[in-house]
C-alpha cells in the first residue's frame, strides 16, 4: 500500500521548506514531489461546509434551531420523535439520522465523467432518523453534504461557487 505526505512549513505567508515523503502509488517507486503533489481533501471539507452555514447563519439567514425540512422543499424527513432535525444537529453530528454513505457516483476519478449534482446525492439516499435527534452523537458524512445542499437552497448559488466566492475569495 502507498503512503505519502508532504510537509511544509510557512512563516509570514512564505514557504521555508517544502518536503514530501513516500510514493506516489503502491506499483510506483516514483518519491512524492511536494511541489506538485495532489492529495484528496476528504473531510477536511467539512470545515468549509461548516463556515459557509455560520456565514448564513451570521447574516441571519439560517437559525441554528431551524427545522431542516424548511430547506428541503418540501420533502418530509422520516423522523418517528417529536423533535425535528435542526441544523445545528447536523453541525455536531446528533442528527440521529441511519448511516448512508453516498454512493459510489458521488465519487469522481475521471475528469471524463459528469457528476451528479448535490441535490442528487441528497435526496437518492436521504436517511431516516433512528436515534432522537440531539441525543446521541455518530460521525456523519450525510449531515455534511445536506449541509452543502442547504447552503446552495439559503444562498441561491451553487455550493462549490459560494465556498469560491464567500470562503476562499
Not at 436517511?127 to 437552497?153: C, E, H, W
Amino acid at each position: 500500500k502507498a503512503g505519502s505526505t508532504v510537509v511544509s512549513v510557512v512563516q509570514g505567508g512564505k514557504v521555508l521548506v517544502s518536503k514530501g515523503y513516500g510514493i506516489t502509488a503502491p506499483t510506483s517507486k516514483s518519491l512524492k514531489d511536494a511541489e506538485r503533489a495532489t492529495f484528496r481533501i476528504g473531510s477536511v471539507s467539512k470545515v468549509f461546509t461548516a463556515a459557509a452555514i455560520m456565514q448564513l447563519v451570521d447574516q441571519g439567514k439560517i437559525s441554528l434551531q431551524d427545522n431542516i425540512e424548511k430547506y428541503l422543499d418540501g420533502y418530509k424527513v422520516t423522523n418517528p420523535y417529536d423533535t425535528p432535525v435542526t441544523i445545528e444537529n447536523l453541525l455536531t453530528h446528533t442528527t440521529g439520522f441511519e448511516v448512508r454513505e453516498p454512493t459510489d457516483a458521488s465519487y469522481l476519478f475521471d475528469p471524463s465523467q459528469k457528476a451528479i449534482s448535490l441535490k442528487e446525492s441528497i435526496f437518492e439516499v436521504f436517511p431516516p432518523v433512528v436515534r432522537k435527534p440531539g441525543t446521541s452523537y455518530m460521525y456523519d458524512n450525510f449531515a455534511s453534504r445536506l449541509q452543502g445542499y442547504i447552503v446552495q437552497q439559503v444562498s441561491g448559488e451553487p455550493f462549490g461557487n459560494y465556498v469560491e466566492k464567500h470562503l476562499f475569495g
